[in-house]
C-alpha cells in the first residue's frame, strides 16, 4: 500500500479536494488521506459540500504537548511542523504502508507515479530542488530566497518504509517540535531547513530533479508547458507528474503567484492553460465557500508575538497581563 497525505485547515478544503480528486483519476490505487490541522465540530459546515476522503484530525495522532505547538507556531508554521508527526501516525496505523507520501494541497498529480514508486524501491527518501538551473535574473524569487527559504521545495516529500526512515522521521519531529517558525534572521523557514541536512545524515536518500515533478513559480524560468493530447508537458517532451500552484488565488487570476515577480502570464502564455485548469477546479471545490473558515488551533497575532517572546525573556505571566489585554 502507498499513502499519500496532505496537510491544511478547513480553510484550504479546496485545494485538498483538488488534490485529491485528482489522484483518484491518475493514481486509483494510492490511498489519500487529508490531515486536518483544524477542527470540524467547532463549525458549522454543509457536509455535503465534502467528498468521500479519509479526514484524518491533528488531535487523533497523539502528539504529544500539542498544545505547545498551537502556543508557538502560526497557522503555516503549524501546518508544517506537523508533517513528520504524521509520517509516523501513518506507518504505524497501516502497518502494510510500503510508502507515505506528502503533497502540498495546492498540487494537482496529473500521472501515475510510476517511476517515484519505482524510486522508492531503492531509496528510502526522495526529495525534489526548487531550481535545476539558475536564475540568471534580479527578479524575485532569486537564488538568494532560495537560500532563505531552502534548497529543496518540503511541498513534497516521498519515504519507504525502512529503519532509515523512521530514525528520518524521528529526527525531523524532534527538530520542528520547536524549529519550524518562519524566522529568516535565525535560519529557519518551516520544515524545509532541516530536510537539508538529510542527504548528509541519513542513507538512501534521492535528489530527484525529473522536470515533470514539481513543477512551480520557482522553476518555471527552465520549463515551458505545453498539452500534447492529455498529457501535459515540460519543454515539449517530459510529462508533468505533478505541478504546485503555490501562491496561486482563483480570484486573482491573472496574478501567477503572490509569492513572486518573475513569471507573468502576459509574457508566459504558455502556462495560462494549466492556471485556467486548475482556477476552474478551484471554484468547482468551492473555494468561495472554504476559504474564511477560521483555524481553530491558531492565536491572534498579538499573543502569538507574546508567546514568542516571553519565551526568550521568561517574564513571568503577571508582569505583562495588562499588555495582552491593552
Request: proline share 5%; with cysteine.
Amino acid at each position: 500500500m502507498t499513502i499519500a497525505f496532505t496537510l491544511c485547515s478547513v480553510n484550504y478544503f479546496a485545494q485538498a479536494f483538488t488534490l485529491g480528486k485528482s489522484l483518484q483519476e491518475s493514481n486509483p490505487d494510492i490511498k489519500y488521506i487529508i490531515g486536518l490541522v483544524d477542527k470540524l465540530s467547532t463549525k458549522t459546515i454543509e457536509l455535503s459540500l465534502i467528498p468521500d476522503f479519509e479526514i484524518l484530525e491533528v488531535d487523533k495522532i497523539e502528539i504529544s504537548d500539542f498544545s505547545a505547538l498551537c502556543d508557538r507556531y502560526d497557522i503555516t508554521e503549524l501546518n508544517t511542523a506537523v508533517k513528520p508527526y504524521y509520517m509516523k501516525f501513518l506507518y504505524e496505523k497501516y502497518p502494510t504502508a510500503k510508502n507515505v507520501i506528502y503533497f502540498d494541497p495546492d498540487i494537482i498529480v496529473f500521472e501515475p507515479l510510476i517511476e517515484l514508486l519505482s524510486d522508492l524501491e531503492k531509496y528510502n527518501i526522495v526529495l525534489t530542488p526548487h531550481i535545476t538551473t539558475p536564475y540568471n535574473d534580479d527578479m524575485w524569487q532569486n537564488e538568494e530566497d532560495v537560500v532563505n527559504t531552502g534548497v529543496y521545495n518540503l511541498g513534497f516529500i516521498a519515504t519507504s518504509r525502512s529503519d532509515e526512515t523512521l530514525k528520518f522521521v524521528k529526527w525531523w519531529m524532534d527538530k520542528l517540535s520547536d524549529g519550524a517558525y518562519i524566522d529568516l534572521c535565525n535560519g529557519l523557514f518551516t520544515d524545509q531547513h532541516w530536510v537539508e541536512f538529510a542527504p548528509a545524515l541519513f542513507d538512501g536518500v534521492m535528489i530527484n530533479k525529473y522536470l515533470g515533478y514539481n513543477v512551480a513559480y520557482w522553476n518555471l524560468h527552465e520549463r515551458f508547458i505545453s498539452k500534447k493530447e492529455k498529457t501535459w508537458l515540460v519543454n515539449d517532451t517530459i510529462a508533468i507528474r505533478f505541478f504546485h500552484f503555490s501562491g496561486y488565488s482563483p480570484f486573482k487570476p491573472e496574478v501567477v503567484s503572490k509569492y513572486q515577480n518573475r513569471i507573468n502570464f502576459s509574457e508566459r502564455p504558455d502556462i495560462l492553460p494549466i492556471f485556467d485548469l486548475y482556477k476552474d477546479s478551484l471554484l468547482k471545490n468551492n473555494q468561495k465557500y472554504w476559504q474564511d473558515f477560521k483555524c481553530d488551533y491558531v492565536k491572534p497575532p498579538k499573543i502569538k508575538r507574546f508567546l514568542r517572546v516571553r519565551k526568550y525573556l521568561k517574564l513571568p505571566f503577571e508582569k505583562i497581563a495588562n499588555w495582552i489585554e491593552s
